[in-house]
């Protein structure tokens, strides 16, 4: 009779361990999506999964208002693991998507060797300015470095310094750089 091996538990140190195969992040409870909508959110969720970043169990609410978004294009709430999306652009889903992942799969360590290495202020202290904040920096180097759209080979070498910010977040070379 074979043994079932036990289940290896890694911790991620400052450069984080994903996952080699295919991940599956659980089905989000969408509110106010048209159909449209819905397709490019499971286009989204499952370029997340395709590259082995796993998300937690999301509520996503679309809005017709920036109030909704206290004035942003989105708004990830960590406590309530609810995304609301204000516009409907393609940067927004993927950027909000990426703060999801990184509140639920970025351990402390690798949050302060990003701030570090991209000489942020902080990871997310509120004083600081909203752009500037690793935070911020991570999810927009995740959305560009998971969009499905083909990178000519002047926008990949115009955006490298992003991409090699994605490479460090999620220990894997953007998708986008396949050819
Ligand atoms: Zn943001």
Same mark, same amino acid.
């Given at each position: ?23 599956? *992040?659980? +089905?989000?409870?969408? =509110?106010?999506? %048209? ?8 286009? @989204?969720?499952?370029? &997340? !999964? ?10 996503? =609410? &679309?809005? %017709? $208002?920036?109030?909704?978004? $206290? /004035? #942003?294009? /989105?708004? &990830?709430?960590? +406590? ?13 889903? =993927?950027? +909000?998507?990426?703060?999801?992942? @990184?509140?639920? !799969? ?10 570090? #290495?991209? +000489?942020?202020? *902080? ?6 300015? #909203? ?7 991570? @999810? ?12 000519? %080979? @002047? ?12 490479? &460090?977040?999620?220990?894997?070379? !953007? ?5």
């Amino acid at each position: 009779m074979k043994l079932i091996p036990r289940l290896l538990i890694v911790t991620a140190t400052a450069t984080l361990v994903m996952a080699a195969s295919p991940d599956h *992040s659980p +089905e989000p409870a969408l =509110y106010g999506a %048209d159909p449209t909508l819905t397709l490019e959110i499971g286009v @989204a969720i499952d370029r &997340f !999964s395709q590259q082995g970043l796993t998300l937690p169990e999301l509520s996503i =609410y &679309f809005h %017709d $208002d920036l109030e909704s978004c $206290d /004035g #942003h294009g /989105g708004l &990830f709430t960590g +406590e309530t693991l609810q995304i609301d999306l204000c516009t409907d652009t393609t940067h927004f889903i =993927y950027h +909000e998507l990426a703060h999801a992942w @990184a509140h639920h !799969s970025l351990t402390e360590d690798t949050r302060q060797a990003f701030v570090e #290495h991209v +000489e942020a202020p *902080s990871w997310a202290n509120g004083n600081d300015p #909203h752009d500037q904040r690793g935070t911020e920096l991570a @999810a927009d180097a995740i959305a560009h470095g998971l969009r499905t759209e083909a990178l000519s %080979d @002047a926008e990949a070498l115009r955006t490298a310094w992003v991409l090699e910010r994605y490479l &460090f977040l999620t220990g894997r070379p !953007s998708p986008r750089l396949e050819t």
